[in-house]
């Protein structure tokens, strides 16, 4: 993980930035040190769903002395961060996982847990922010400056777009709404609004637009779908808030030896019961008011499962949703983002491109988005390749990624057809930027399609549900509720099981746990505006 910058070496402009957000890291909460720490009498909280929300959750509420159970339909942990074993031909055992991570150096909450759970050892940066045109141009983002706004600058210095193309008054009105992010008036004013329609009237030169279009999608949707009130708060919060930079951290092993691993363990020792392979069906209240699940009675309940899982949860679950309406309206508003596919191919071919990061952003045709040289990153991928070459063979594990499936291909599906035309379709892409391993002979794969994470639709913000609900012993955490300070994908995911835990501290009279966030608003927010 890097350093923090050192002070003295920033420029006076870049200090006076820093100094106007009042720094990049902010403290959210004040906790108060003579609260006491841990439990004087046993309290059982329930948590269901075990992706980075519901692990950080298990894992402070346990700290302090609450009897957690942690309850998984997977058979694994980690839900979108979580990995599996899948056996090749002859019946080695090799690691997969839900797709590729990136973990930026502003994800506060996150990285602090990790670092705690030893996880942050296994930090390496991927040494560019780069992403590949069809015409066979690269863009990186090695050496932009990481303070906002000069980052800006800094990106026109780099030739990925020309200062006079966006100095119209059309698209200069536009662009400035990124570093106007507030979380009322942006709502209020961009929820309603695309992502595609921003760009048609912001005129936005193509270089710009290519950055913008793989920065929406990241999102799992298209830019006709996707809110750009969430576009430009996303831009906030990984671009103008902070000067950590886009050159992020990656996990330099299998996330089953990396990530899980290190994770059970620590949950394990601090006493949670984990059950994976288990799905809860429903919920009931007892005339106490505690949650039952399968008999079992909690105080305190947790839902950070996926929009999928906690949807169907609220439906079957008659006296939770008449217990907590205005939770229950909100969950039954969500929908899961456009389709997403992962395709992992351990090759035989070598593939080692000269000047490119181990995972590089591509701009697609039609599904292609991203692809991740594993075995670059990956210490059980990179060993595996160099058995095969220190046998005189080749090897290489590629993996494929379309973040936002178009809808029109099988029909919104998830099957056997949408497969065979997802397949062929990465194919005719890959071989745009690598022909030679389009006819690489295939030695394993591993190929999913799902539909499980959250929409950032137009217009969806405001049923959204919060992370806290009516009811002052339920919670909801996930990427996908709604935070009180601006966050996305990981690190949202973890500040929403913080802030459960906290809030379950709080009803205990104790002591919360620290959360920090960037600042709450953009630049120039407020700057030169009326009737605020």
């Not at 760009?199 to 750009?228: G, I, Y």
Request: proline content about 5%; aromatic content about 12%.
């Amino acid at each position: 993980m890097a350093e923090p910058r050192d002070e003295a070496r920033k420029g006076w402009i870049a200090r006076w930035i820093e100094r106007r957000f009042g720094g990049y890291r902010h403290a959210f909460n004040q906790p108060d040190p003579s609260q006491p720490h841990a439990l004087q009498e046993p309290r059982r909280v329930a948590v269901v769903g075990a992706g980075l929300a519901g692990l950080g959750a298990a894992a402070k509420l346990a700290e302090r002395g609450f009897s957690v159970t942690l309850i998984e339909r997977n058979d694994y942990l980690g839900g979108k961060v979580g990995a599996w074993q899948t056996t090749m031909p002859g019946g080695r055992e090799i690691g997969m996982t839900h797709g590729f991570h990136a973990f930026f150096r502003h994800y506060y909450n996150l990285n602090e847990f990790f670092a705690g759970v030893g996880i942050d050892r296994h930090y390496r940066s991927v040494g560019d922010y780069m992403i590949l045109t069809r015409d066979g141009q690269r863009y990186s983002f090695a050496g932009v400056a990481t303070t906002p706004l000069l980052n800006l600058l800094s990106l026109a210095r780099k030739g990925v777009y020309r200062l006079r193309e966006v100095s119209g008054r059309q698209t200069r009105t536009q662009m400035e709404a990124l570093l106007r992010y507030d979380p009322e008036r942006t709502f209020a004013e961009w929820d309603e609004v695309s992502y595609a329609q921003f760009a048609a009237a912001a005129q936005l030169p193509a270089s710009l637009a290519l950055v913008f279009n793989t920065f929406s999608r990241a999102f799992f949707s298209d830019a006709e779908k996707m809110s750009m009130a969430e576009l430009i708060k996303s831009f906030h919060f990984y671009y103008l808030s902070n000067d950590g930079g886009l050159i992020y951290d990656l996990l330099d092993e299998d996330y089953e030896i990396a990530l899980i691993r290190p994770l059970r363990d620590y949950l394990e020792r601090h006493g949670v019961e984990i059950h994976t392979g288990r799905a809860v069906e429903t919920v009931a209240l007892d005339a106490q008011g505690r949650f039952e699940l399968d008999g079992e009675p909690f105080e305190y309940l947790v839902i950070a499962s996926d929009v999928v899982g906690t949807r169907a949860l609220f439906q079957a679950s008659p006296a939770l949703a008449a217990a907590a309406p205005r939770c229950a309206a909100g969950v039954a508003s969500l929908t899961p983002g456009q389709r997403y596919s992962v395709w992992r191919l351990w090759l035989d071919a070598d593939c080692d491109p000269e000047g490119m990061p181990g995972f590089v952003i591509t701009e697609r045709d039609r599904v292609l988005d991203a692809l991740t040289f594993v075995h670059i990153n990956e210490g059980e991928s990179a060993r595996w390749v160099a058995e095969r070459r220190a046998a005189g063979g080749r090897g290489c594990v590629l993996e494929l990624h379309c973040y936002a499936v178009p809808e029109d291909i099988a029909g919104g599906a998830i099957d056997d057809a949408a497969e065979a035309a997802l397949r062929a379709a990465f194919m005719d892409e890959l071989r745009t930027f690598f022909p030679a391993l389009v006819d690489a002979e295939v030695l394993h794969e591993d190929f999913y399609i799902r539909r499980d994470f959250p929409a950032f639709h137009v217009g969806q913000h405001a049923s959204r549900p919060s992370w806290d609900t009516e009811l002052p012993n339920l919670f909801l955490a996930g990427d996908w509720v709604k935070l009180p300070f601006p966050a996305m994908l990981m690190e949202a995911s973890y500040s929403a099981g913080l802030l459960a835990a906290n809030a379950i501290f709080a009803a205990e009279g104790l002591r919360e746990e620290p959360v920090f966030c960037v600042p709450p608003r953009g630049f120039l927010a407020g700057v030169g505006e009326r009737g605020k």
